[in-house]
Every structure is written in structure tokens, then in C-alpha cells.
């Protein structure tokens, strides 16, 4: 694990593989490990140099110093993070809070190749941005997801690149309930 200071925050991440910048951002419960509990890193570190950010909303690296509620610093805080490890246009996946992330960074026009959001939260409060994101989007949702229903994905077509695959059998968390299904969908689009 390494960790860098981003806008007065310590960000924990780790670095893995070689190849394009891809990075990953966990939901509001969890931390950069689960990315290693579906054995995504390993699926993609022979093509990719994968960056896990523990996000300060996350169990790593929470902090006091950023009201909860404040999405827009996340993004921010994402921006800054990019900017000071000189990693410019990568490949982003979002998971949850991480997906809103995502979006709120692209809305704001900052580099990026392509994203992967999974059942993003705040869509409804994004929905009138979205048209602004112009890179690849693939928005991954799990059929039985509660916290971000699948009818969310409407929304998500505001954006104009955007492509929708919903994982039967699935919850909210759909890399960890179908992480093979998820694996699949995921390549596919990256390739």
C-alpha cells in the first residue's frame, strides 16, 4: 500500500500490473480490498496498471475533514489524486458512492478514456448533467439491486456514449454477488 496527500487528506491506494492507468473506486462500505476478493486485479493487471483509491468515504481512509454529504469534493479529491501521480485520460470504475464519483468527475469535463459505473448512487441529482460525458460509459446494474434499482439506467442514457448490462440474479453489489458474469461484462467492454 502506498499513500499520497490530496487536499489535506492521506489517500491510501496500492498499484498493481502494467499497462493503460485503470482505477478503481469501492463503495461507501468497503475499501480497495474487495477488488482483490473478486480477483479483478488479477484479471487485469497483465493489461493494466490498476490503482486502488481508498476513498475518504471509505473504511481506509475516512476522514472528519470532508462532510459526508459533500459529493463534489469526492470528485475533486479524485481530480487532485490523478493530477499528483501524473495520471492522465484512465480507465475508470466506480462502484456505488465510487460511481457517482465518477460521474460527478466526468460531468466536470476532467480526462478520462472510459468509465464503468456499478449501480451508481445520486443519478437523480446528476441527471441533467449527464449529457456532458462523452467518453465510453458502461453502467452495470444487478437485477435485484434495492439501493439503485436497474430503471436507474434510463437515467444514465442521458449520456451519450453510454451502455447498459444488467446482471441477472444480482444485488446492489453485483462484482460480488455474480463476480464471474461481472468479470465477463467488464472485459467485454474494455476490449
Given at each position: 500500500?502506498?499513500?499520497?496527500?490530496?487536499?489535506?487528506?492521506?489517500?491510501?491506494?496500492?498499484?498493481?500490473?502494467?499497462?493503460?492507468?485503470?482505477?478503481?473506486?469501492?463503495?461507501?462500505?468497503?475499501?480497495?480490498?474487495?477488488?482483490?476478493?473478486?480477483?479483478?486485479?488479477?484479471?487485469?493487471?497483465?493489461?493494466?496498471?490498476?490503482?486502488?483509491?481508498?476513498?475518504?468515504?471509505?473504511?481506509?481512509?475516512?476522514?472528519?475533514?470532508?462532510?459526508?454529504?459533500?459529493?463534489?469534493?469526492?470528485?475533486?479529491?479524485?481530480?487532485?489524486?490523478?493530477?499528483?501521480?501524473?495520471?492522465?485520460?484512465?480507465?475508470?470504475?466506480?462502484?456505488?458512492?465510487?460511481?457517482?464519483?465518477?460521474?460527478?468527475?466526468?460531468?466536470?469535463?476532467?480526462?478520462?478514456?472510459?468509465?464503468?459505473?456499478?449501480?451508481?448512487?445520486?443519478?437523480?441529482?446528476?441527471?441533467?448533467?449527464?449529457?456532458?460525458?462523452?467518453?465510453p460509459l458502461l453502467g452495470i446494474w444487478?437485477?435485484?439491486?434495492?439501493?439503485?434499482?436497474?430503471?436507474?439506467?434510463?437515467?444514465?442514457?442521458?449520456?451519450?456514449?453510454?451502455?447498459?448490462?444488467?446482471?441477472?440474479?444480482?444485488?446492489?453489489?453485483?462484482?460480488?454477488?455474480?463476480?464471474?458474469?461481472?468479470?465477463?461484462?467488464?472485459?467485454?467492454?474494455?476490449?
Amino acid at each position: 500500500m502506498e499513500s499520497v496527500t490530496v487536499r489535506g487528506l492521506r489517500i491510501v491506494f496500492f498499484r498493481a500490473g502494467s499497462g493503460r492507468a485503470m482505477v478503481l473506486l469501492h463503495g461507501y462500505s468497503f475499501n480497495s480490498d474487495v477488488w482483490f476478493q473478486v480477483n479483478l486485479v488479477e484479471s487485469l493487471s497483465g493489461s493494466f496498471t490498476l490503482f486502488g483509491v481508498d476513498m475518504p468515504y471509505g473504511t481506509k481512509s475516512r476522514s472528519d475533514k470532508v462532510e459526508a454529504g459533500d459529493r463534489d469534493i469526492y470528485a475533486e479529491v479524485l481530480r487532485d489524486f490523478l493530477s499528483t501521480l501524473e495520471i492522465d485520460r484512465p480507465v475508470l470504475l466506480g462502484a456505488s458512492i465510487g460511481g457517482e464519483v465518477v460521474l460527478r468527475y466526468l460531468v466536470r469535463g476532467y480526462s478520462a478514456e472510459k468509465a464503468i459505473v456499478i449501480g451508481p448512487v445520486g443519478l437523480k441529482r446528476l441527471e441533467q448533467q449527464l449529457g456532458k460525458v462523452h467518453v465510453p460509459l458502461l453502467g452495470i446494474w444487478g437485477s435485484k439491486d434495492d439501493v439503485s434499482p436497474p430503471s436507474n439506467a434510463e437515467i444514465l442514457r442521458r449520456a451519450p456514449n453510454a451502455t447498459i448490462r444488467v446482471i441477472e440474479g444480482a444485488g446492489h453489489a453485483a462484482y460480488l454477488d455474480k463476480p464471474g458474469e461481472f468479470k465477463s461484462v467488464l472485459l467485454e467492454f474494455l476490449s
